[in-house]
């Protein structure tokens, strides 16, 4: 799905009009979207609505919300920023529809849009649209501190989180129960900013918004996307041809559908590839179970953990389904010696995932740097000059690696080589959070955040890799200049070992044939899903990594059908 700037959007909403599809047309549209997405997810006959509604073309698809909300049985009152012409169509089609029709400048007191607040079941926020970024005050600002003294009594502000509806993730996954008040924003919550992600600090926070056509950059960025809530994207008749060229793409359920590696009725465990998970030591002996799980519950027909030998004992009793390669180690970490022993294993295998758990000890590093041929990177020395590291370089490896996952402490070893990049087969597949990708570029960390998207397509292609940038709103680049944006910020997956099981997931996927980019993507959108699904079930604190693993055939089950 195409992200679009605001100037995007009003070049193809003017295509559109030009074309025959006429601004009243979408707006029309627009508003019956609003209000079927309530009547969606709660009953409205019999209760109250209110409608915030604004001076522009934001107010006017309020208002047309307001006549099919009223027209379907519930009691909608309008609240008027400023007075509309009396001869506006969509005011005179409300009113005629029996909606309540009041004004902010004849309601000095507040008293009106209070009553409403304290008995609505909806508050609909269509004061500002994508046109309009300004400071709030006045009218504006005395309306949205109303909305929230009033709401704050009848329940919690609403959680900062994002979560993507329809046609974001599939419908009918997550079960959504709205709470009373429930907050819905047309196109964006008022106080937005629809290009930067900037939020005035009195901006309505919604628990759903209903935006038209494309999402904007503005949903994906912070602070703004604190107050989106849940997004679902609403068809108004804007044919592709009208739209320019995005400013990025979003992946949708569409895509991941499109995705999926078949799974044949006449399949047996080798037509879903066999994955090796490189990782683990005595001081993270987790990491590896995690991978590996997730591997065999994303599809996988075969999974094996190559781990040092003296964990093994810890790890056996936990993973009845997988198989093990014991790797010679020293005080439980990897050593270069393992790399021969492992090279004459992984014959047969599709997919690799080297990393999770390996520690940054110099014999580890070195195990990774052996695996490639690796030489270490020059080090700056106290006073400030290159000190050059003695090793000779280690022979490359003869046998060839299965295609790659690397994540975690295989990417903390790659960032202590030199020219890593070339000497690493490729593709592969890379899964860096911010401080990793900062240790592989020597960009601050604030600096890859400022501008993830861009980041990441830029190293990618200078890479020759696949890149995953971790995070709110992961970013998946390749090689060729392809990017996409994950419709996913969920706090419930801060927390460790989250990156094991996304690793493990995308090595089930290259094992089951996906290439690299679409791999990496459909891997991250249904970790994704998956961690959604646990803070709907869960709660945003208190899902811990392996919550995830269970939900993944659920996640897959819902695209399927």
């Not at 390749?478 to 910020?489: E, I, K, Q």
């Amino acid at each position: 799905m195409q992200v679009l700037t605001v100037a995007q959007m009003r070049q193809a909403e003017a295509a559109a009009d030009a074309a025959g599809h006429t601004y009243a047309r979408m707006m029309e549209r627009a508003g019956r979207a609003v209000a079927q997405e309530i009547m969606r997810r709660m009953p409205v006959r019999g209760r109250r609505i209110l409608i915030l509604v604004g001076p522009g073309n934001n107010g006017g698809d309020g208002l047309t919300a307001a006549r099919f909300l009223q027209e379907a049985g519930a009691e909608v009152g309008c609240y008027l920023l400023k007075p509309r012409e009396e001869t506006d169509p969509v005011l005179q089609a409300a009113r005629a529809a029996g909606c309540f029709i009041a004004q902010a400048p004849d309601d000095r007191t507040g008293r009106v849009l209070r009553l409403w607040l304290r008995s609505t079941a909806v508050v609909v926020d269509a004061l500002l649209g994508t046109g309009t970024a300004r400071p709030l005050e006045g009218d504006l600002l005395r309306i949205l501190q109303a909305v929230r003294a009033e709401v704050s009594e009848r329940r919690p502000w609403p959680a900062s989180f994002f979560a993507p509806g329809p046609p974001l993730i599939p419908a009918g996954l997550i079960d959504r129960t709205p709470p009373e008040p429930w907050l819905v924003a047309v196109d964006g919550p008022t106080g937005m900013h629809y290009d930067t992600g900037g939020l005035d600090p009195h901006a309505f926070h919604a628990d759903l918004t209903v935006t038209f056509a494309y999402p904007k950059v503005g949903h994906f960025r912070f602070p703004a996307a604190h107050a989106v809530g849940e997004l679902v994207v609403a068809d108004i008749g804007i044919e592709p041809k009208w739209v320019p060229e995005a400013a990025f793409e979003v992946m949708d359920a569409a895509m991941a559908q499109a995705w999926r590696p078949p799974r044949p009725a006449d399949a047996h465990k080798n037509t879903f590839g066999k994955v090796a998970v490189v990782a683990g030591s005595v001081h993270y002996p987790g990491a590896p179970v995690l991978a590996a799980q997730a591997a065999a519950r994303a599809g996988a027909g075969w999974v094996t953990l190559a781990v040092p030998r003296s964990i093994y004992p810890v790890l056996a009793a936990r993973t009845a389904e997988i198989t093990y390669l014991l790797l010679p180690d020293e005080l439980g970490v990897l050593v270069p010696d393992a790399v021969e022993v492992l090279g004459r294993a992984l014959e047969g295998y599709a997919a690799l995932v080297l990393g999770p758990g390996l520690t940054q000890e110099k014999e580890a590093v070195a195990f990774v740097h052996h695996m490639f041929g690796m030489e270490p990177a020059a080090k700056r020395g106290r006073i400030g000059f290159q000190v050059e590291e003695t090793p000779a370089r280690p022979p490359a490896p003869a046998n060839r690696w299965p295609p790659l996952v690397v994540d975690a402490d295989g990417l903390n070893a790659l960032a202590q080589a030199r020219d890593w990049a070339a000497r690493l087969p490729g593709p592969a597949i890379l899964t860096p959070h911010p401080g990793e990708m900062a240790r592989l570029t020597g960009l601050p960390k604030a600096a890859i955040e400022e501008d993830r998207l861009g980041t990441a397509r830029r190293f990618a292609q200078e890479w020759g890799h696949v890149v995953v940038l971790k995070g709110a709103f992961t970013v998946v680049a390749a090689p060729d200049g392809r990017a996409l944006v994950m419709p996913f910020a969920n706090p419930a997956l801060a927390t460790a070992g989250t990156g094991d099981v996304l690793a493990g997931i995308l090595a089930a996927l290259r094992a089951q044939g996906l290439p690299p980019f679409e791999a990496a993507a459909l891997g991250t959108y249904l970790h994704g899903l998956a961690g959604e699904l646990a803070r709907r079930e869960i709660g945003a604190a208190g899902v811990v990594a392996g919550d995830l693993i269970p939900r993944l055939p659920l996640v897959r089950r819902a695209l399927d059908s």
